[in-house]
């Protein structure tokens, strides 16, 4: 499989180089060339898989040659060794229009070690990368900006390999506490994993990391390569868990069409799950929801598209002005409105929403959403009520409540307790360096501590 730059199809490369490039030389966003569809035939064949095993399948047609059938079973299997739940809970109350319990899944992708949807994507790619600079001895320099879950999955997936030093920056501020605990604790004093508290905003961290790409001499030196969902290989694994889903709900629910509701920000899981649905899987429409950064709902309902500053709000790992795959979006679909906004419908919510639906529901079912999820929810009931389909309803559990209690225990007036990984986490001393959020501060701080 080879990989153009979105902006320029003439740039190619091959699997390895994309993930290792992260972006093209002139600056576009790497995409396959082609997306294998599958038949139905197969695709009952892969739905009877494990996950792991499922993933490895359809990895095969996103790769190049350097990863032979075995290698991909060996790297799914051992990157996802942990469950896919699709829970149901009885919100009959929250939803009279449509009773059926049944038909609504939370897809609780957030079982992995960092307690978010980023694993799926991290421990794919970090074990690819690592598979090919095995083969190559290459040395790379990963910047990921964070705002809060990226840093945790990558940090993990990457930590103690050889020839990788990672640079996790996030906003001072801008995480929740158990977030910054998690990043700021990674692996033993000195190990290849650090973590800077940049003054200022998301938007700031993700520019810096942007910069310091544009910048050739910073590139060369270092050999920097991003783990933000710029990378493809960050967005590649995120159809895995989209594709092998649908086709477990399918089984069971035979002819009834599927939605599945994503809370959003940079729009790399909606991305994942819009090349689950050309591969085939069955895959009806995509609902998002975004908090009060939302210039991807605006451009659902108007077809004009206005990147703005982010905003902080109660769901922080979605306060994105200036969603970095939006260009994908556009590119998958012939940079046609009207057939994003065939398959995509999207809706956004205040905080005061937010926090007032994640305390009905579990007052009334005792199921407890961290934040985003929450508005993943709440916009999976908006477009029910707007349209006119009887369909089975699967909101994309994007992180565990824990990561977020001290304003999930606000919000519900009950204790959430932290599951193992986080309360060792919560013990350990933070090591951070604080940095404004400029390239020269970066480049002089990667100079001290980038091998
Ligand atoms: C990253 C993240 C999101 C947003 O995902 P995108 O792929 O950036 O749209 C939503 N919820 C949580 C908990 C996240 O960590």
Request: aromatic share 10%.
């Amino acid at each position: 499989m080879n990989y153009h730059s979105h902006s320029d199809s003439n740039i190619t490369a091959s699997f390895g180089d994309a993930l290792l490039a992260s972006l093209a030389p002139n600056g576009g966003l790497w995409m396959p060339d082609n997306i294998h569809k599958f038949t139905h035939v197969e695709t009952a064949k892969l739905g009877a898989m494990s996950f792991a095993d499922c993933a490895a399948e359809l990895a095969r047609y996103f790769v190049d040659d350097r990863f032979s059938d075995e290698d991909l079973k060996n790297i799914c299997r051992d990157a996802y060794d942990f469950p896919v739940p699709l829970v149901t809970f009885s919100d009959e109350k929250l939803d009279a229009a449509t009773p059926e319990i049944a038909r609504n899944y939370v897809l609780e992708l957030f079982h992995g070690p960092t307690l978010a949807f980023k694993d799926f994507a991290a421990r794919f790619m970090g074990r690819a990368a690592s598979h090919i600079m095995n083969k190559t001895g290459d040395k790379r320099t990963i910047l990921v900006a964070t705002s809060g879950d990226t840093g945790g999955a990558i940090g993990d997936a990457f930590l103690d390999q050889d020839g990788i030093d990672v640079f996790i920056l996030f906003p001072k501020g801008g995480v929740s506490k158990v977030q910054e605990q998690q990043l700021c604790t990674m692996g033993k004093a000195g190990c290849n994993i650090r973590a800077i508290s940049i003054d200022g905003t998301f938007d700031d961290c993700q520019q810096l990391v942007k910069d310091a790409f544009a910048d050739q001499k910073m590139t060369d030196r270092y050999s920097l390569m991003s783990a933000n969902s710029i990378n493809v290989g960050r967005v590649i694994p995120q159809s895995f868990y989209y594709f092998w889903t649908s086709l477990q709900i399918k089984a069971a629910h035979p002819g009834v069409p599927i939605v599945y509701s994503i809370p959003s920000g940079n729009l790399g899981n909606l991305t994942g799950g819009l090349i689950a649905k050309k591969m085939g899987a069955p895959i009806e429409r995509f609902v998002i929801g975004n908090n009060n950064n939302d210039p991807f709902v605006d451009y659902l309902k108007t077809g004009e598209y206005t990147p703005r500053p982010s905003v902080p709000t109660l769901s922080n790992a979605m306060d994105i002005g200036r969603p970095n795959n939006f260009p994908r979006i556009l590119d998958l679909h012939n940079n046609d409105y009207e057939a994003v906004s065939e398959i995509c419908w999207g809706a956004s919510f205040s905080d005061e929403e937010t926090e007032r639906h994640m305390r009905r529901v579990f007052n009334e079912t005792g199921y407890v959403m961290c934040p985003h999820t929450a508005v993943g929810h709440l916009a999976m009931e908006a477009f029910s009520k707007d349209v006119d389909l009887d369909f089975v309803k699967v909101v994309v559990g994007t992180a565990h409540p824990a990561k977020f209690a001290d304003s999930v225990e606000r919000i519900i007036r009950e204790d959430v307790p932290l599951p193992k990984p986080l309360q060792k986490a919560m013990k350990k001393k933070k090591r951070v360096h604080v940095m404004p959020p400029t390239l020269e501060a970066l480049d002089a701080y990667l100079a001290l501590h980038a091998a």
